[in-house]
């Protein structure tokens, strides 16, 4: 396959080299990559949804109410206060509800309205049910918080529901997002194209990389916070205690800093994580040596990459949801005006909520319709939603690919089409020592 070299030059020199961000959009259209994220997310709904939470909620381990106004969770109360939740569900809301005040601050240029005010207003008991919004005053960096403060609430609070979601949830996205990584590093960087099974070999292949590059800023954090813990032990010791721990208090600092290091490290070069060994084909360690390096060296440039990327995804974002409601809203009207019974299985599209079961559903007479036909409909309006968030998935992986592309090239002053590239199985180079290392 020719290869294609994608310069800096082409888009306005050193200085406006973000511009090459704007290519993620078209980028993230690539069918492979639509599904790769679709499928990621219909796994991820099917374990979360229909299994671990219908197991939690039948043993009592879901969201009351009384948790629910009590959690930071901006989740809509149910009117029966007898009702259960499952944690996905809940957590799924709140995080939807971030994410589409986040990107709609973003269409408004809206960044640090309302910061200090939602985390207070999250931590008071029923508040976050009033569900804060961009018209309230709060900005991009404010829906953001939200988003954190959710996670960290479902991981202190539902501890082994966290462990064992997140390590499946963990691992299927190393699976889809690594091989979404690898195929835009390719398209950006050379103009190739790699269909959906080479991806995924790519990303099986250097499965223990991307499954633990996001676990190892978490492990480094817990680790230091034991030692911590330890030593504010031996520090209670009467007497004994006193002297050797004042004396090796500076190392309690320094574990400190070591842990907010990996803290905004490893939550600012997150996104980098995955990219890193899509596009050098390296292990954990490199991946997590450059992607909280790159942003450490070039911090104010990985500010501007990342606004860039947010503010722009939130207007293609918007077009994305313009077309799907024109596309839902045409079907619903012209089907149902041939066949009214439509109106009873799927409410008219607005543009907030493509799908909706009407209140009277439940009153079809046809018993065709009601057994087959409505089902159909959920499932194939629900593929199309999944399709559409698929989008939004891969435009994350594609940005997130491109800057790190470009923060490579400023730090190592590497060139952007220089992907690690395998070399075919009967090749002599597939026996050398760096194949076999880049593959472990």
Not at 119 to 137: F, H, M, Y
Not at 312 to 328: I, P
Not at 426 to 439: Q, R
């Amino acid at each position: 396959m020719e290869e294609k070299t994608n310069s800096m030059p082409a888009c306005g020199g050193n200085q406006f080299d973000w511009c090459h961000i704007f290519k993620a959009s078209r980028q993230a259209l690539q069918p492979e990559k639509i599904c790769l994220a679709a499928l990621g997310l219909i796994i991820t709904f099917v374990i979360g949804a229909l299994l671990m939470d219908r197991i939690w909620v039948s043993v009592g381990w879901g969201l009351d109410q009384e948790m629910l106004r009590a959690s930071p969770l901006m989740v809509e109360p149910a009117s029966d206060e007898e009702s259960m939740m499952g944690v996905f569900d809940a957590l799924v809301l709140h995080e939807k509800h971030c994410v589409d005040q986040a990107l709609k601050a973003a269409r408004k240029f809206e960044f640090t309205g309302g910061m200090g005010d939602i985390w207070s207003r999250l931590n008071q008991s029923g508040e976050a049910q009033k569900l804060p919004t961009v018209g309230d005053g709060y900005g991009l960096v404010a829906f953001i918080l939200a988003m954190g403060k959710g996670l960290y609430w479902t991981a202190t609070h539902q501890l082994l529901y966290t462990i064992i979601f997140g390590s499946l949830a963990l691992t299927i996205w190393a699976l889809f997002g690594g091989a979404i990584c690898r195929i835009s590093a390719l398209q950006f960087a050379r103009n190739e194209h790699l269909s959906m099974g080479e991806a995924l070999s790519y990303s099986r292949k250097r499965f223990g990389a991307f499954f633990a590059a996001p676990l190892f800023p978490i492990g480094v954090v817990l680790l230091t916070g034991f030692a911590l813990l330890a030593g504010g032990w031996i520090m209670s010791w009467p007497y004994v205690g006193w002297l050797p721990g004042g004396l090796l208090f500076g190392l309690a600092l320094v574990g400190g800093g070591l842990i907010a290091f990996f803290v905004i490290g490893g939550v600012a070069g997150f996104s980098l994580m995955w990219p890193t060994t899509a596009v050098e084909g390296s292990d954990v360690f490199d991946s997590i040596s450059r992607s909280l390096g790159y942003v450490y060296e070039q911090a104010e440039r990985t500010v501007v990459y990342a606004l860039v990327a947010i503010v722009y995804g939130a207007l293609v974002w918007l077009g994305v949801r313009v077309f799907a409601f024109v596309l839902a809203y045409s079907t619903h009207g012209f089907v149902s005006t041939a066949y009214p019974v439509l109106d009873d299985m799927w409410a008219t599209p607005s543009f907030d909520q493509l799908y909706a079961e009407p209140a009277h559903s439940d009153k079809i007479e046809s018993w065709g319709a009601s057994n087959f036909t409505l089902p159909l409909i959920r499932v194939w309006v629900s593929i199309g939603g999944f399709l559409l968030y698929g989008y939004l998935v891969s435009y994350y992986f594609s940005a997130s690919t491109i800057i790190y592309l470009l923060l490579r090239s400023r730090v190592d002053d590497t060139e952007l089409d220089d992907i690690y590239i395998e070399p075919p199985p009967d090749s002599p180079l597939a026996s050398l020592p760096e194949a076999a290392s880049a593959d472990s």
